[in-house]
């Protein structure tokens, strides 16, 4: 991976987790509603991905701790929420010098791969607590994932981007700072589901998990 890459990568992540700090602050902020029907609300995590197995053996075996999600979700009752969610996860390793098959012969080389991923769901949640001081819920998100697959051999670069279907069926807890509140903790639990077949790739399948912030969007 080359060092300009690798230095937007950083800046990205680095962005991404100041907003998240940022919006952690506000969410202290107290509102004057309690109710959490017909709320437009925001939350924001940072996020790992572990690669299922068949994205361990073929591509990267390492979790990956550079993510985040973010999900904007309105509530229909106290109880259903729909909206959009996205977020953005980087997977990279660096394998051992080697001997590498290639068209027209053999390369003695570094392997390295780099792939990147950002959903685009449609998402659905349902909570079963609405009011109480620990929230539980179940979702799922459908739609698709842009995936950045870099390929380093040596000094030879594959590089392929592509749009693929995604589904994100997740569990979760909500945890208000305060009785009633509409802000507070978030916690969850996923599975990425993320068909992908190319470069001897069969799917980069991951569970994710991930903690951080939910708040509310006006009064």
Known sequence: MNLKKIT???TQFRTAMLLITSLF??????????????????????????????????AIEKTSTRGWTANLLYNITSNI??????????????????????????VSAVLTNSIQTVPLLAEFQYRFLPGKTVQP??????????????????????SKSSFKFAARP???????????????????????????????VDNLNNWGAGLGVKFPLGS
């Open 25 to 58: 602050f506000l969410a202290l902020i107290p509102y004057n509603s309690k109710a959490q029907e017909g709320r437009l609300q925001l939350d924001l995590n940072y996020a790992v991905g572990i690669p299922g197995s068949s994205f361990k053996s073929d």
């Open 8 to 10: 937007d990568m950083k």
């Open 81 to 106: 929420s729909v909206g959009v969610g996205t977020g953005f996860q980087d997977f990279y390793q660096k394998y051992p010098r080697s001997v590498y098959k290639m068209d027209g012969g053999e």
């Open 137 to 158: 819920y179940v979702g799922v998100g459908v739609g698709g994932n842009i995936v950045t697959y870099d390929q380093y051999l040596g000094e030879f670069d594959n």
């Open 170 to 200: 997740e569990v979760g807890l909500f945890v208000p700072f305060r009785k009633d509140g509409p802000a507070g903790i978030h916690l969850f639990g996923a599975y990425n589901y993320l068909p992908y077949k190319m470069d001897g």
